[in-house]
């Protein structure tokens, strides 16, 4: 069964800083991953996704991810965060081999931008 | 479009009560899915659906229960509250094509005292 992990539960950084969110998985032959924003008290909404093609991956709010299959990693980046983008951001991984779309969920990281 | 449309937004229950969470989406999407959100869990799977009358169960199933009659609507049945389904529950919805995004309601959160 695939597995996810977000190697950080909380990153602190100041406003117009850069910032990268780490995403690993475990290994499988096809996976679609997918990042969603989470902002308080609202369910969750898709940032970006990766299907296949190119491995940097644009999305919206000037977030970007990077898919690294040998490394088996997902993670996002933004060059300049703003205090709009304090949430809580997951990573998620569909198995192609798995019936019904399912996703996983890594534990998510709190993104904390402070002025 | 609404998009997927979660009641009761919060709800307190008491050990052993029962109630449905509402689930509705208005995408015609055919698969569907409730998830439970724990702090520093993320989210896990509970049910899923991929039509109306089929559903199967996720990563954390028990003490939990769903129907699916028609595409638009998914509830979620919990019989005999425990202060362990204390969480937030989600409901999303996505198209059956793989790598479909899931869209997902503003979540009900759920207190067992």
């Known amino acids: 069964a695939q597995s996810v992990t977000q190697l950080d539960s909380q990153v602190p950084v100041f406003e117009e800083a850069p910032v990268e969110l780490r995403c690993n998985y475990s290994s499988s032959v096809s996976v679609y991953l997918f990042w969603y924003v989470q902002y308080p008290n609202q369910g969750l909404q898709l940032l970006l996704k990766?299907?296949?093609?190119?491995t940097l991956v644009k999305g919206i709010n000037g977030f970007e991810a990077e898919f690294n299959k040998s490394q088996t990693s997902f993670h996002l980046r933004k060059p300049s965060v703003h205090i709009c983008?304090?949430?809580?951001?997951?990573?998620?991984?569909?198995?192609?081999?798995?019936?019904?779309?399912?996703?996983?969920f890594g534990a998510g990281t709190i993104l904390r931008v402070k002025s | 479009n609404a998009g997927v449309t979660q009641t009761p937004k919060f709800r307190i229950l008491k050990i052993g009560q029962s109630m449905t969470l509402q689930c509705t989406q208005d995408?015609?999407?055919?698969?569907m899915y409730w998830y439970r959100q724990d702090p520093g869990m993320g989210l896990k799977l509970i049910y899923y659906?991929?039509?109306?009358?089929?559903?199967d169960k996720g990563e954390v199933p028990n003490g939990y229960n769903v129907s699916r009659s028609t595409t638009e609507d998914f509830p979620l049945r919990l019989e005999l509250a425990a202060p362990s389904q204390t969480s937030v529950y989600f409901c999303?919805?996505?198209?059956?094509?793989?790598?479909?995004?899931?869209?997902f309601g503003d979540g009900t959160r759920l207190s067992i005292l």
């Open positions: 659906s991929v039509g109306a009358g089929i559903t």
């Open positions: 990766y299907l296949s093609g190119s």
């Open positions: 983008d304090t949430a809580e951001y997951f990573c998620a991984v569909s198995d192609l081999l798995e019936y019904g779309n399912k996703l996983v």
């Open positions: 995408m015609n999407h055919n698969y």
């Open positions: 999303a919805s996505s198209y059956s094509q793989p790598g479909q995004p899931q869209h």
